[in-house]
């Protein structure tokens, strides 16, 4: 079936724009509604909006998301055990994210020669722009210890990747990319959604199930 594609997509075409790159900034918008429907209404609170939506575009461009998400808990471990191994030599945050981050470069690097070696030619070939975007969430995963705790920041990271993985599939979405691609003023319509999501003044759905039995008893 032939894809009718819009004028204002041809033109950025023949200005010399890849397609790929014209769809991933029109999905832009819909992911980071999404987030903001996610943090607002449902009550997933993720690290931000910046960031699983970066974790996102990190998917779209890693060789499968298995891929995506093993390197994910990989940085997210790495940087655990690493807090706790620089811990008694009381560094300065600046330096010891440093360091951490050296450490998660190198050991990535090893995860993905084992990738090599056990013939998983997709893990080996991952380029560099998913595994730097990895390799930066753990400052904030680190930030978040220091200030929160190792819980929280578990939880946060956590539903980062359900977010990110639900904004990847969602950017996948072969039907979505269609009707993108002959309707991409359709984007503008984020707007006035996002202004319906900032008007939001409800529970949350996360609330309603943390306080269902408090709800029960005002009932």
């Given at each position: 079936m032939e894809i009718s594609i819009s004028p204002i997509i041809r033109f950025f075409m023949t200005e010399?724009?890849?397609?790929?790159?014209?769809?991933?900034?029109?999905?832009?918008?819909?992911?980071?509604?999404l987030i903001a429907f996610m943090r607002q209404v449902v009550g997933i609170k993720a690290f931000g909006i910046y960031t699983p939506l970066i974790i996102t575009f990190a998917f779209l461009a890693t060789n499968g998301i298995k891929?995506?998400?093993?390197?994910?808990?990989?940085?997210?471990?790495?940087?655990?055990?690493?807090?706790?191994?620089?811990?008694?030599?009381?560094?300065?945050?600046?330096?010891?994210?440093?360091?951490?981050?050296?450490?998660?470069a190198l050991i990535i690097l090893f995860f993905l020669a084992l990738g090599g070696s056990l013939q998983r030619?997709?893990?080996?070939?991952?380029?560099?722009?998913?595994?730097?975007?990895?390799?930066?969430?753990?400052?904030k995963f680190v930030a978040v210890q220091i200030e929160k705790g190792n819980k929280t920041a578990l939880i946060l990271a956590l539903e980062t990747l359900v977010i990110s993985i639900i904004g990847f599939y969602i950017a996948s979405w072969s039907s979505l990319i269609k009707f993108l691609?002959?309707?991409?003023?359709?984007?503008?319509?984020?707007?006035p959604l996002n202004i319906a999501i900032g008007k939001w003044t409800g529970l949350r759905l996360s609330e309603y199930i943390r306080f269902r039995q408090v709800i029960k008893r005002i009932q």
């Open positions: 010399g724009v890849p397609f790929e790159t014209i769809i991933l900034i029109l999905m832009l918008p819909i992911i980071a509604t891929y995506g998400i093993a390197i994910f808990l990989a940085v997210i471990f790495i940087g655990m055990l690493m807090r706790f191994v620089l811990k008694p030599f009381r560094l300065l945050y600046l330096p010891r994210v440093a360091i951490m981050l050296t450490f998660v030619t997709g893990l080996a070939s991952v380029s560099i722009f998913p595994i730097l975007i990895m390799i930066t969430l753990v400052e691609v002959t309707y991409p003023w359709a984007v503008l319509f984020t707007i």
